[in-house]
């Protein structure tokens, strides 16, 4: 397989403080977080180069620089990158204490989109996500223009993203486009979640130009558009630990395929083989290339002519 690069527009990353129990003793953990952070560290678990653009600043910006581990472009900020304390002693996930990140600058933002381009041109392939979505260190136009700029000189753009993020990025003509089931409906794509309605919705995101739209249905099936052919996906079924994080993780899978010169097809299947993984895990993003590898061959990527 030939080793492709991806480059990742991650505009602020997180820093993530999460307490485990332990033999009934608390187990901190700290980590680098953020949507493009887990789809980086998976792309590279599958065999791909990954360079991620990002913007680091502040206390938090500094610590992230250390934890992130992978290959790192960065453009210095004044604004500071977010944060979240999470107690998972319970079991449950409860949220302790959540720091915004600050928004950037014109200059700041100049420079962070000039390097994402010098990057993502260089690579071939671009995955364009999003902060956490409650964070606006952006305005979402960027993602239009990124889109747009990056797919008119041959770099197949990678979108995952949703609200006005998405609708941006749509507007500038990505590629492949990912989402999830909930975030088609909440986004007035589709009227529901039953499958009629996401074919529809999958239309409708297609007519903005997209080749390839898939999205992710939970436990279920995952339903993908590839030029104008829906599919239905079947993953091989796995004990869940954290769902958090599947549908990176089938981002990643997808752009790691298309980089590695995969057809769109197998690319879909590598995609949701690394989903299928990271669900068996406590780290987002993580989950062995080798066992991703093995678990591809047990993906069915069936035809659906009931969509027809």
Not at 55 to 81: D, F, M, S, Y
């Amino acid at each position: 397989m030939t080793k492709g690069r991806v480059a990742v527009f991650a505009p602020s990353p997180l820093l993530t403080v999460t307490v485990e129990d332990l033999d009934g003793t608390p187990d901190v953990h700290v980590h680098a977080g953020g949507q493009g952070v887990w789809q980086s560290r998976m792309i590279e678990s599958l065999g791909a180069e990954v360079v991620l653009c990002s913007a680091l600043g502040g206390e938090t910006g500094q610590v992230l620089r250390h934890l992130i581990g992978v290959e790192l472009r960065v453009r210095e900020v004044a604004a500071r990158n977010g944060a979240y304390v999470h107690d998972r002693r319970d079991g449950d996930r409860d949220q302790v204490i959540r720091m915004p990140a600050d928004v950037l600058t014109r200059h700041e933002l100049d420079d962070l989109y000039e390097m994402t381009l010098v990057e993502a041109l260089g690579a071939g392939v671009a995955v364009l996500s999003g902060p956490a979505e409650e964070d606006e260190p952006v305005p979402s136009s960027v993602y239009e223009r990124l889109a747009k700029d990056l797919g008119a000189h041959g770099c197949r753009v990678v979108v995952d993203l949703s609200g006005d993020r998405l609708a941006a990025a749509l507007a500038g003509g990505p590629e492949v486009v990912k989402v999830s089931h909930e975030e088609l409906v909440s986004d007035g794509m589709a009227e529901s979640d039953s499958l009629p309605d996401l074919v529809a919705g999958c239309r409708e995101v297609a007519a903005f130009g997209p080749r390839v739209v898939v999205v992710s249905r939970a436990a279920e099936a995952t339903l993908a558009l590839v030029d104008d052919r829906f599919y239905l996906v079947e993953s091989p079924a796995l004990s869940p630990v954290d769902t958090r994080g599947g549908g990176d993780s089938m981002t990643a899978g997808l752009a790691a395929g298309l980089a590695n010169g995969l057809s769109v097809e197998d690319a879909i299947k590598l995609g949701a083989a690394a989903g299928a993984v990271n669900v068996t895990r406590h780290g987002l993003g993580s989950g062995s290339g080798d066992v991703v590898r093995e678990l591809v061959g047990r993906v069915v990527l069936e035809p659906w002519e009931d969509a027809a």
